[in-house]
Nanobody
Framework: QVQLVESGGGLVQAGGSLRLSCAASGRTFNIYAMGWFRQAPGKEREFVIA????????RYTDSVKGRFTISRDNTKNTVYLQMNSLKPEDTAVYYC?????????????????WGQGTQVTVSS
């Protein structure tokens, strides 16, 4: 069983930055792609950004282009989400997830394990 633990959420003013971390248990971290999703109040959970097993390929939703980056350290079983130029509409619970694949999926059903989520609140 894989456990994912997110950290780094909090309250930040618009235009600010946050860095989320997701630590994974187990020995298979470097085999699978990893992703971040988010769920805003009253909305469905949505794909944000993901990275392949090696870190060479990423995919992201258009709304975070140029502002969010994802990276991973396979020696530490950790994936990171760097969020810059934050906007109030980025306010959500952010979830880390481990894919079922080595390539980079954007659909929830292609992810097998999920963290508990971390709250990000951006004030205007």
């Amino acid at each position: 069983q894989v456990q994912l633990v997110e950290s780094g959420g909090g309250l930040v003013q618009a235009g600010g930055s946050l860095r989320l971390s997701c630590a994974a248990s187990g020995r298979t971290f470097n085999i699978y792609a990893m992703g971040w999703f988010r769920q805003a109040p009253g909305k469905e959970r949505e794909f944000v950004i993901a990275i392949d097993r090696s870190g060479a390929s990423t995919r992201y939703t258009d709304s975070v282009k140029g502002r969010f980056t994802i990276s991973r350290d396979n020696t530490k079983n950790t994936v990171y989400l760097q969020m810059n130029s934050l906007k109030p509409e980025d306010t959500a619970v952010y979830y880390c997830a481990r894919a079922r694949t080595t390539w980079v999926p954007t659909v929830e059903n292609d992810y097998a394990y999920w963290g508990q989520g971390t709250q990000v609140t951006v004030s205007s």
